[in-house]
């Protein structure tokens, strides 16, 4: 069995080995949901019902399973930001050419907007925050928890926009310095008016929190 490990709760990660890339599986009424598609269901030996599947950006050690999914578990939405659709069919642009791998991959279901809000079931809700920089159309994901009070932030999936002590390359095509620095900007602001302990999943590397990373970021200073 591939080896999964928890993060919170019903959320846990998969590491994925040849790129370090890692792919998180939130579990909710009715299945499941998986963020960066990175690895088919037969490697993680998965056969229960898929709710959905996201990607955080179009780089291929990130959506190269999606097509696997998608044949697996035809009836689950596939979804990502519009803005990052053009680079699946671009070796350049998904990078797959950089690494010596061209290739296109898998369209998406539904295009995603910045602010766009998914009820994953009657507990979890994704909300879909624009993150440009280390491509044009990157995006991270705030799951929000109900509780009796409302709603309560629960994890931020944030792809190749923010790591443990690091951010994405903006060297790849449709990459950019400037609009890393204001997505960065954003995630400080919102990471500022979070529980502490809020978990930080990001695309590669370790899980990190909301206190370490609005550290990190003022250290770096994107802040504003």
């Given amino acids: 069995m591939y080896n999964s490990y928890a993060v919170k709760g019903p959320l846990s990660v998969f590491p994925e080995r040849l790129m370090n890339c890692n792919m998180y599986r939130l579990d909710v009424e009715g299945g499941a949901v998986f963020f960066d598609p990175s690895l088919t269901p037969e ?10 599947i996201v990607a955080t ?60 809000r998914c009820e994953l079931d009657d507990q979890f809700t994704m909300e879909v925050i624009s993150t440009p920089g280390h491509t044009k159309g990157s995006a991270c994901y705030m799951l929000w928890k109900k509780v009796d009070s409302g709603e309560e932030p629960f994890a931020l999936i944030t792809g190749d926009t923010l790591f443990d002590n690091g951010w994405g390359r903006t060297d790849f095509a449709t990459g950019d310095d400037r609009q890393m620095r204001l997505s960065l900007q954003r995630l400080y602001r919102i990471l500022s008016n979070t529980p502490p302990d809020l978990p930080v999943c990001a695309g590669h590397g370790s899980t990190t929190t909301a206190r370490d990373a609005c550290y990190f970021l003022e250290i770096m200073g994107f802040f504003a």
């Fill in 43 to 52: 490697v993680i030996r998965y056969t229960d019902p898929v709710v959905m």
């Fill in 57 to 116: 950006h179009g780089h291929f050690d990130h959506v190269n399973a999606a097509g696997a999914w998608k044949e697996q578990f035809p009836e689950a939405p596939y979804v990502m930001i519009g803005d990052e659709v053009s680079l699946l069919d671009d070796v350049r642009g998904n990078a797959s050419t950089s690494f010596g791998r061209p290739q296109k991959f898998q369209h998406p279901d539904r295009e995603l907007r910045d602010g766009d």
